[in-house]
């Protein structure tokens, strides 16, 4: 759907009224009035939500968006309206306008739809697609229920609503005809009001030579006590050439980094073209918070991520290495990352489902926890001849669980076999975990630093995978699934362990509260398409 608008001429400015409806509500790229930028023959696009009208008599299903693009034609001729869906989004065809466009002027009609893509994370998308060309955002509510003045948005005019008479008086406040409220009569707090364009800075590959010092502050500042870290287990989480991608936001007048973003690119499963891209960690000083800062660390970072050669998938929190599953359940993040179009509503993977850490006290495992073995059914130590049939079966079960990372941690634990746990229905392995323990070396204790954080005598098991297909498993999997752990247990106590952590669960909470454990951690599993 799109039209060219018919206008008679241009029109000269008359003498200005003053809008008490359109309030202007910053400025940044000191682009209004739109006379000032546009000149004869430049494009406006005009982007904005196919919704029902407000106000529809019968079988009128005119656009109600409509009025906007007459107005603004009546100003500058060259307009061209292109309405877009929730659940198209921004395709193809919006890019070739935007591509072609002097200003891109972008309607939101309201909040998030549950099912929906929102159109806040819409206009980003359109944003980062015009680079350089001036966006201006036309909020048809109340900008902070939108989460605008979080966003990297540097205009945007705020109206009541789409009813045809604002729309008409928005356009004469674009051109300079209606001077616009200002911000003074709203009720925005001062810390937003210093919202600003922010400079994203990328860190070096290496971090071997960089002050890190700022960096361990923020996180240990910002993030729950239970996750702090020393310099030691973070640098060497974040220093991961090649896979690892960080950026940060410095004060302009301190040079001080007052923002941290940490990502990473990884194999999500035994497909070489199949990558994720996390999104691991966003953090902002408390003092500097509401201006903009996460939202350019967030807006940044995903695109990059996105256009990466092979990522389909983006992630909140990391696969491995691990700094946080998730979004731990307890921090008030939740809903930022809902408006940028995160899903995290539904009990489902990826859109919010509640995946767990877990700890054990070897003396709390039951004496019988690992007694019973279902008939035709054997467990064992892993040893290198059995290395292809378990990569083949890693690389078959995990895109069905979708367990993430699976098979590179595998893959790369092919020096240390003897801490891989085997179920075997026959000859056929039909489930698998690995064992680490703290100072081992092994590419799992590098991955996953809280067993160590924890203490000293803390052993782990990571990167359980069950078969799905196989009929006679399914019929004993809690039997299974308890004398793998029982096996993984008895491999780390001999090993001087007296506690287990077990990371990244997805349900089950009552059968391992039987089994002795308790929660450490609880996250919401978050990802979408990139």
């Known amino acids: 759907m799109s039209g060219d608008i018919p206008a008679s001429s241009f029109h000269g400015t008359p003498a200005r009224t003053l809008s008490t409806k359109v309030t202007l509500v910053r400025d940044h790229q000191a682009c209004i009035p739109l006379a000032r930028t546009l000149v004869e023959g430049d494009l406006l696009v005009l982007l904005s939500p196919v919704i029902i009208p407000i106000q529809r008599e019968g079988d009128d299903f005119r656009d109600p968006f409509e009025p906007l693009g007459r107005a603004l034609a009546s100003k500058h001729p060259w307009v061209r309206h292109v309405p877009y869906t929730a659940n198209n989004g921004i395709t193809d065809y919006h890019t070739a306008f935007i591509s072609r466009a002097k200003v891109i002027v972008f309607v939101i009609s309201g909040a ?29 509510q109340d900008v902070h229920s939108l989460g605008l003045m979080e966003g990297n948005f540097p205009t945007i005019l705020q109206i009541p609503s789409y009813a045809p008479q604002y729309l008409e008086e928005t356009a004469a406040v674009l051109f300079g005809e209606t001077l616009s409220n200002d911000t003074d009569t709203m009720n925005v707090d001062k810390p937003i009001l210093e919202s600003r364009a922010w400079t994203v800075e990328a860190l070096p590959d290496s971090l071997d030579a960089f002050d890190f010092t700022p960096i361990l502050d923020l996180w240990n500042e910002c993030i729950p006590k239970q996750f702090q870290l020393d310099r030691y287990s973070l640098q060497s989480l974040l220093n991961r050439a090649g896979f690892g991608k960080h950026y940060v936001i410095r004060s302009p007048g301190t040079g001080d980094i007052i923002g941290f973003c940490a990502t990473f690119t990884t194999w999500a499963f035994s497909d070489p073209e199949y990558l994720i891209g996390s999104l691991a960690a966003i953090l902002v000083k408390p003092d500097y918070r509401r201006r903009g800062i996460g939202s350019s660390l967030h807006t940044h970072a995903t ?5 990466t050669r092979g990522v389909r998938r983006l992630q909140l929190g990391s696969t491995f290495p691990r700094l946080l599953y998730g979004i731990p359940l307890d921090l008030a993040s939740h809903e930022w990352f809902r408006r940028r179009g995160w899903p995290m509503d539904v009990q489902s993977p990826g859109r919010g489902r509640e995946v767990c850490d877990w700890l054990l006290r070897i003396q709390d495992w039951p004496s019988g926890g690992s007694t019973s073995v279902p008939e035709g059914f054997s467990f064992r130590q892993c040893n290198p001849d059995d290395f292809p049939a378990l990569l083949q079966f890693v690389g078959n079960e995990a895109p069905r669980n979708e367990s993430m990372g699976l098979f590179e941690e595998y893959k790369w634990s092919r020096d240390y076999a003897q801490d891989i746990v085997l179920c075997l229905h026959g000859a056929v392995i039909v489930a698998a975990a690995l064992v680490y323990t703290p100072h081992s070396g092994t590419i799992a204790e590098a991955d996953l630093p809280w067993a160590r954080k924890i203490g000293h005598d803390v052993g782990g098991i990571t990167c359980i995978c069950i078969a799905e297909g196989n009929a006679t498993l399914q019929n004993h999997r809690n039997s299974v699934m308890i004398r793998l752990l029982g096996c993984c247990v008895e491999i780390l106590q001999e090993l001087g362990m007296q506690q287990v952590f077990l990371d990244g669960m997805k349900g089950g909470d009552e059968g391992f509260q039987n089994l002795g454990f308790h929660k450490w951690a609880r996250y919401r599993e978050v990802w979408r398409k990139a």
């Open 112 to 140: 998030v739809i549950e099912g929906q893509a929102s159109q806040t994370e819409l206009a980003d998308i359109a944003r980062v697609i015009a680079e350089h060309r001036p966006q201006v955002i036309i909020a048809c």
């Open 303 to 307: 695109d990059l991520l996105s256009r």
